[in-house]
């Protein structure tokens, strides 16, 4: 059975810190992409970061210079640190787990998520 476990959602000031974490078991976590997605009230699901099992990373512009995403294949676990949070990040983060199996298909696990609230 796959799970992925989010942690680390909480409320946080402007300006402040938060680290997300995302645990999997029941998948060979090296060989998976993983992202983290965000979705705020009234608004659709946006893609965060990504980390792909080599370690190659990507980022929405949004979130670039300020947000970082890493992963320990030894405790299968995925990290997206967050810095310098606005009222803008305040969302729904979850994590997701995607292999791709063809050219057209792919797997695609996904945790139930941690809520961001940036507010003074």
């Known amino acids: 059975q796959v799970q992925l476990v989010e942690s680390g959602g909480d409320l946080v000031q402007p300006g402040g810190s938060l680290r997300l974490s995302c645990a999997a078991s029941?998948?060979?976590?090296?060989?998976?992409?993983m992202n983290w997605y965000r979705q705020a009230p009234g608004k659709q699901r946006e893609l965060v970061a990504a980390?792909?099992?080599?370690?190659?990373?990507n980022y929405a512009d949004s979130v670039k210079g300020r947000f970082t995403i890493s992963r320990d294949n030894a405790k299968n676990t995925v990290y997206l640190q967050m810095n310098s949070l606005n009222s803008g990040d305040t969302a729904v983060y979850s994590c997701?787990?995607?292999?791709?199996?063809?050219?057209?298909?792919?797997?695609?696990?996904w945790g139930q998520g941690t809520q961001v609230t940036v507010s003074s």
């Open positions: 997701n787990a995607q292999r791709r199996i063809s050219a057209h298909a792919s797997l695609n696990y």
């Open positions: 980390i792909t099992g080599g370690g190659t990373t």
């Open positions: 029941g998948i060979n976590f090296p060989i998976y992409t």
